[in-house]
Structure formats: C-alpha cells, structure tokens
C-alpha cells in the first residue's frame, strides 16, 4: 500500500500526513485573519504526537474532554489546559494534582453547587469558566440567567478563581453550508460576549471569552468581544464534515485499512475485515443528504471507488456494496485486497484503535507509528 | 456505591460478578442438557479473569474474533481456538506463529481462494473450517454450494486440514421469542449437518459441526448431528437480548458508572459524563419494541429508575430524559450522584474501556479490576 508497511495487519487507523498538515495549515490561516487565540481541542487526535502539529506552542492552549488527556497532554509538557466537560466533585483532586505538578488546568461548570464544590474543594484556587448554553443543544446557561451573577460570585468571593465563559454550538454540525455555518459562529459569540458584559457589569472579572466548533471556527466572520476559538475535528475532518460544506472528501485526513475477506455474488456484496469495532456504531451521515452508511470505501492509495459503501457492519465484518440506485461498476477486488474506508465521525472512528499509521507528506519517509490513548 | 470502590473515577465499566456467575451457570445448565460440547465466544468480554470462569477447562476450547483476542488468550493457556472471522492470506504468518508455539488455532473460510491461501502457507498444515450460511445475514457458503466440496478436496488433498463445517445465525437477534429462536436454531443445525453429510458422501472429512449464537443456544431443542456450539453475549446479557426475550433486564451483569454533572429543567434533562465514548454509538434496541436510546438509567446499586433512559449523547456528555411519555417521577438527582447506565449491545460499550470494575459476588470481598483489551 503507498506510503504503508507492506506487512500491515488490518483493521488498523491511517492517517495521511500530507493531507492533515493541509487542514492544520487551513485553520491556522482562519485564525490568523480572525486576530483570536486559539486552544486546540485535543479530543479527536488523542496523540501526543499530533497534539504537537496542533498546538500553537509545546505548552499550550489546549482543550481537552477528559482528564485522562489533561494527564497525559501535562505530562507532555502541554501546561495550559482547558477541561471542557462541566465538573463533579469527585474529580477534583485529580485536576489539584495536576494543578499542583505545575499545569494551569481550568475546569467548566454551569452550576451553583459545582461552584461550591470547587470553592470547598481549596489547595490552592481553581479556575473556572462558567458554561454558556447558544444552541440548547447540551450544558450551559442561557446568557441572561441570574446563575451566572450567583457563580461568579461564589467562585471569587470563595478564594477560586473566575476565568471567564465559553461556549460551544454543537449545533452547527446540524446545518449545512457556509452561510448556515457563519449564523452559528454569531449565535456562539452573542451568548459569550453578553454572559461576559453581564458579569464585568457586576464587577467580576471575565478574561477569558471561548467559543468553538470546526464548522463555526471555519465560518466566523467577526468574533469581537471573544479572546480564543477552540476546534478540533478539523485536524482529520470526517465524512460528516464533508457532508455539511466544512470540507471535501479528498480532504479527509483519517481512514481504517481494511482487506477483503470474502464475497456474495448473489447479492452484491464485499465482505471485509472492518465492521463497527473499526469503524465504530456512528451513523452520522444517516441524516444528512448522503447518506454514508458505515463510510466511503476507497481503494489502497486514497482514491474513492464511487458509490461504494460500507452498507451493514457486524462487530468485525463489513459489508460493501453500491449505494442504493448507483449505476457504477464495481473495480475487481478479491480476496486479500486492502482498501480504506473514510469515517463518518472521526473522533469515535479513531477511538476504536491505540495507534495512527502514518502515510508520511514526505514521499521519501519511512511509513511511521504514532501511539494514540483513550480512557478516562 | 455498594460493591465499589468509593473514590472511583467514572465513566467506568462495571461487572456485577453474581449476576455474570448466574449467566454462566444458566448456560452450563443449557449445554449439558443438550449433550453437545460448548466452545464459548471471548470476544464480548476481552478479558483473561472472565475466559477462565467462561471456558469449560484452562486449555479451552474458545471462539475469537481478532488474532489479538487468539494471542492474548493463547498467552493464557488456552491451547484450542477457533478465529471465527474470514481468514486473508496476509494474517496466515500469525496463524502459523501460534500454532508453532502450541495453541490448536483453526481458521475458516467460504472460498476456493483462501483454500489456497491456506494450502500455499505451507509451515504445518493449518485446519480449517468451511463457513456456511443459515440465514443470509453476512459470510458463508449455501448449504448446498458445489464449492463446499471443492474447498474440501482443496484443503485435504493440499495438506492442510479440513476440520469441519460452522455457522452463525446472527437474524436470531432480529427476532423475538423462544419459538423464533428455536427455529433459527433449526436453521443453523439443519445448515451445517447438510454441508457435513456432503462433505462426508464424496469422502471428506468432517468431524467438527459447529453452530452458535445466544438467542440460539439459549433456544435449540435439538442438536443431533452437531458437535459443539458457540456464544459470548450470555456472559453479560444486555438490552437488545433484552429485547427479543432472551434476558430479563434484571439479568444484565455490565453496566456503565457515570456520575451526575448537571440539569436542564427546562428541558427534563439530567446531564451526565457518560457520552457515546464510553456508552458506544451503538442503537440496538432503536427497532425493537422498546427503545432504550443509548441505555437505561440504573441507580448506584443497579436497581432500575422507572423510564429513565439517555436519550442523547455527545462525545463525554450523556442526557437522560424521561421516555417520551411517561408519567414517572425522578428522583433527585444533585450533581455528584453515581448512577449505573445498562448497555444496548454488551460487546460494544465494553469495547469503550480498559478495564472492568467488579462488584463481587461475595459482598464481603473487596472491589477487583480486570483488565480488558482490545486492538486486533
């Protein structure tokens, strides 16, 4: 297979470097003409090694979903971490401990008891960003709730420590389109920045203004009043992406390589060896004008073999065939062929495996492995 | 959380070991009955502490899904294993490598070309099994396929070893119902026994008959002609077996710890730090009967919260909500609160961790981890 090992064992996670450095040289140019911070969401990748490649800087920013990765990342050297799923009070020891070997690690919340909770929790002051809710999709407050005032004040009169807000539109992945995108980008900006003046009003400090998703990130014309813009997927973009007008196909990034193991002629099918352990259970393109089933299959270098999809997954079969009402002839792909399926989702894709095989940019490269973790 | 440890960090899996040790009892009692021998599937549970209360001796035998799961359990000791996935010529030198170093590793196949795949491998012969289909639903060959017999001469007059016949009714998951399952159960017998007597009438061998899956096994009336039977989701049971009548939801033995992280009251929502990472994407019971959404809400100690189910999930973030029209009430639920969230599809959630955390049968034995693994 270009640019792998020969011996590859399938299923196992491509990434194609070239194509990857493209989508991290996309949003840095985003960001740079938007004049903002910017703090990595780390959650997709999960790999110290790509973690490095997104990061402004060896330290920092960086967002994470776990504190698994907030441990992992410190223990890296990344020393500026946002925590970014609302806090319970059995986790923060963990977050003082990193705190203490020397990580500034700030946890969200959207709650008067998690406020008393990191208060009551003491060690040394914890900050925190209050959650701000912009699409009713998930956690936050709404910009106007009386919650706000209450937590801040609870958090800097208790001795931790008022970071400021954030948000994040998960909203936008349901929308397609730039123009849809960008609306996005400003309900996102319209939640923080009124949160942010409601409590700078109140006399509370506020630094911090976080907003962020990959397809506002890409769509947002004017982030006035925001300090730092947090993405993540687009460091691989994914089948879904595409399929909302953040990307296109070619520039997908991750893929799982698969061999073919069998054939039903009777019905149309290629069976092979990624089912939904591989692939993992998402079926984000279900709901979208394409419909991707289980993911687009192209052949050992990349390239797409049109209409064929990964049409039914078992946990380690899966089966190809042409979309529904596809007219396309079908390359010859016997037993033993390897192909690459592209993701629906790559953040659960890549979570189904513990390492990226790495189709160097440089053509002249040794194939490389880079360790991927998950857990909690 | 009674039976677990009290500073445990969640999400985590956990595996209420009475109930696990009653499914397997249930099952022994099933296999004896039927007088046939039992090859257990290690591929739910990943684990060597749960393989040895699965398998009927240390040696085995046992049914994989990946090579990893053959090379970790033959580190094991477990010394006959059946690969029950498609073999492709490029995964042969692992084969060959675990039974260099002892371990009875039989493959199987449905065509002419692996045949020869297997045959050309050469370095011992390598025994293997033709795959025949019973209910359309993935691999194998027809009952009556006239390359049944082709592959047979291939593999015995090649040198390697043709072991025997084996089938999966996976449409018995389809299905509800004792009756329904028996007559899959009739179908995987009828399957095999008649690839058997055809191999056997032009002079091949065929001394292993193997047929398999929970609903199935947990239904047959009879099995003549069929030598052993296969299944792994007994283990655990969850809410798809559920579903179809297999389990009763109180016979669940995984389930997923998560704890509270916050509330939307306008919306009935409690939000929790299980998301689709450790719950998995899988939607198993979206077409049964009763959807569970992404799993039902247990409390601390397993008993189940009337209609509480997680209707939503993000990647770290869980959303329960009431049934859409139910009456129930909700307990409280304050951030902090531990609560046990039973799996659609056993194999898939365990697939999310590295670990399980055992609440013992003995209630005065302290709280065990067992690693898991995972990979191919």
Redesign the interface.
């Known amino acids: 297979m270009a640019g792998l090992s020969p011996?590859?064992?399938?299923?196992?996670l491509v990434v194609d470097e070239a194509k990857m450095t493209a989508n991290l040289d996309r949003m840095a140019s985003r960001i740079a003409g938007l004049g903002v911070g910017f703090r990595p969401h780390l959650?997709t990748a999960k790999s110290v090694e790509i973690a490095r490649r997104m990061l402004p800087d060896t330290g920092g920013p960086a967002t994470v979903?776990?504190?698994r990765e907030a441990e992992v990342f410190a223990a890296a050297g990344v020393q500026d971490i946002l925590y970014a799923?609302?806090?319970?009070?059995?986790?923060l020891g963990?977050v003082q401990a990193l705190r203490a070997r020397g990580c500034d690690l700030a946890v969200i919340l959207?709650?008067v008891?998690?406020a008393q909770?990191v208060v009551a929790a003491g060690a040394g002051p914890i900050p925190a960003l209050i959650e701000i809710d912009c699409d009713?999709k998930?956690?936050g407050l709404a910009p106007d709730a009386a919650e706000i005032i209450d937590i801040g004040r609870i958090l800097q009169e208790g001795g931790a420590e008022l970071r400021g807000v954030m948000t994040h539109a998960?909203g936008s992945y349901d929308v397609s389109g730039h123009e849809a995108h960008a609306a996005f980008a400003e309900r996102e900006r319209q939640a923080v920045v009124t949160a942010a003046d409601r409590l700078r009003a109140a006399g509370l400090p506020c630094p911090v203004v976080s907003v962020g998703s990959t397809p506002t990130a890409l769509a947002a014309r004017d982030l006035s009043g925001v300090t730092e813009l947090r993405a993540g997927v687009y460091v691989f973009f994914d089948l879904v992406m595409a399929g909302i007008g953040v990307c296109a196909v070619d520039e997908i990034a991750l893929s799982v390589a698969t061999?073919?193991?069998?054939?039903?002629p009777d019905?149309g099918w290629t069976?092979v060896?990624a089912g939904?352990?591989?692939l993992?259970?998402?079926?984000g393109t279900a709901g979208q004008a394409i419909d991707q089933g289980y993911g687009l299959v192209a052949d050992a270098t990349g390239r797409v073999i049109p209409d064929l999809i990964v049409t039914g997954a078992?946990?380690?079969?899966g089966?190809l065939a042409l979309r529904p009402g596809s007219t396309a002839t079908l390359p010859d792909l016997?037993?033993?062929t390897v192909l690459r399926i592209l993701p629906n989702h790559a953040?659960?894709t890549a979570?189904?495996?513990?390492a990226y095989h790495v189709i160097p940019a440089d053509t002249g490269a040794a194939p490389a492995i880079w360790p991927r973790f998950?857990?909690?």
Chains 1, 2 share one sequence.
Do not use: Y
Request: proline share 5%.
């Open positions: 011996d590859l064992q399938t299923p196992c959650k979903s776990t504190l799923v609302g806090i319970t009070p059995a986790k963990r959207d709650s008891e998690q909770a009713g998930r956690a998960g061999t073919v193991i069998g054939h039903r019905r069976l060896d939904w352990m591989a993992s259970r998402d079926r078992n946990q380690e079969h089966i016997p037993v033993g953040c659960a979570a189904q495996f513990d998950g857990g909690w």
